[in-house]
């Protein structure tokens, strides 16, 4: 293999038993692991490698639900130059093994799913896969809720599991409608989704009151960020809109806390606790990283939650934030990525 899995015991390690080719360039990889290992729909594991001096990570969410597959799986679509997913699509056999963190993301089903009585996915591109895992969990587990799935790619043979989509939709055909576009037809009206689009397929779809509509978006960051404008014009609710975002490579512009000054943090990770002094411009991640302390981490931009922890003590002011909500900010939900404790010392809970 071009990369070397990093074999630590603090990792997962799982054999590769089956690659499916999803599409051109598009791998789907079933994964057995060793130990035991469990996730929720719509949640990512983060592949790390060893590199020469230092240590690389890539997430990618399951394509599986573990409701309804027997085998773990995820799916990867090769960029072009990208460092680890063209020698994952393009070297990677069965039977070589992967070393990965456990399943984290906040890209899940509600806890009481029957708040919400339909569920709209909008997916572009290879942002299907979470919605999928999504999708068939729902589907399969909770008869009362309906689901309508938006699916936007170049042309149906780049549309990434698009016979298992439409056998669901013979199988739940009462509840669950899909809509493809594809940017390459001549029916320009139908091409690419757009705010002007979009209200017109809500108003073709939507059931109820706009309360019980819960929406999940992945793909590109601009057609995210679309979605979320239209959305918001039409009155839903910031917390009714629950984003995956994959491009972790957009830089961002990172402010600065008010309190640079030292201060202690205090670490229970439940079987281990930790004591260190963290000071701007380290991260509380960095710092921990610094002195081998083993935290969660993937993006190290503020954008896919695997960091985050609770902090019942202190304050940590965040320089960005991509994915908690105002409930999880309630909830002393922190990202150590992007974190800094600011006013005096911290705990932080695992
Ligand atoms: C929470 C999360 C879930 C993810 N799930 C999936 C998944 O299910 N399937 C999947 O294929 N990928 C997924 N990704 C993206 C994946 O982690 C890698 O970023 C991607 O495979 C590229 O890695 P690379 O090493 O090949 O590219 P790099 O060597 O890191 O980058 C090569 C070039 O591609 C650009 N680039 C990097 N990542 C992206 C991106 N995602 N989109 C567009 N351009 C990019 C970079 O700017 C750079 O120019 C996920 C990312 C996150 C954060
Ligand atoms: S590591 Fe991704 S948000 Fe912190």
Request: hydrophobic share 35%; glycine share 6%; charged share 20%.
């Amino acid at each position: 293999m071009f990369f070397k899995p990093n074999f630590q015991p603090a990792f997962h390690r799982a054999t590769v038993s089956a690659i499916m080719e999803e599409a051109p360039d598009v791998h789907t990889l079933q994964l057995l692991f060793e130990t035991p290992f469990e996730y929720r729909a719509g949640q990512f594991l983060t592949l790390v490698f060893e590199d020469l001096l230092k240590e690389d990570r890539r997430s990618y969410s399951f394509s599986s639900a573990p409701a309804v597959d027997l085998v773990v799986s995820i799916t990867i679509k090769r960029i072009s130059n990208g460092r680890y997913s063209r020698p994952l699509i393009e070297s990677l056999r069965v039977g070589d093994q992967l070393s990965t963190t456990s399943a984290t993301g906040l890209f899940i089903l509600p806890k009481r799913i029957e708040t919400f009585h339909q569920y709209f996915f909008f997916a572009a591109g290879i942002g299907i896969t979470p919605i999928f895992s999504l999708l068939k969990e729902l589907l399969f587990t909770h008869p009362d809720v309906s689901a309508v799935l938006i699916y936007s790619n170049s042309s149906p043979l780049q549309t990434v599991f698009e016979n298992e989509i439409n056998e669901l939709q013979k199988r739940f055909q009462k509840r669950f409608v899909v809509h493809y576009l594809f940017s390459n037809t001549t029916q320009l009206n139908n091409a690419r989704l757009s705010k002007w689009l979009l209200p017109q397929l809500l108003e073709r779809y939507a059931l109820g009151n706009k309360k019980e509509h819960l929406f999940y978006v992945c793909g590109p960051f601009a057609y995210m960020r679309m979605v979320r404008y239209a959305l918001q014009e039409l009155e839903y609710d910031d917390a009714q809109i629950r984003k995956e975002n994959f491009d972790t490579s957009r830089p961002i512009h990172l402010h600065k806390p008010s309190d640079q000054q030292p201060h202690q943090v205090t670490l229970n990770l439940g079987t281990e606790k930790h004591h260190f002094e963290s000071q701007y411009p380290l991260t509380i991640l960095q710092t921990a990283k610094q002195l081998g302390i083993p935290l969660p981490y993937s993006c190290e931009t503020g954008r896919c939650g695997s960091c985050m922890l609770r902090c019942t003590k202190g304050k940590v002011w965040m320089s960005y934030n991509e994915v908690l909500t105002e409930k999880d900010l309630s909830e002393g939900k922190v990202l150590t990525c992007v974190g800094y404790p600011i006013g005096g010392d911290i705990w932080l809970e695992g």
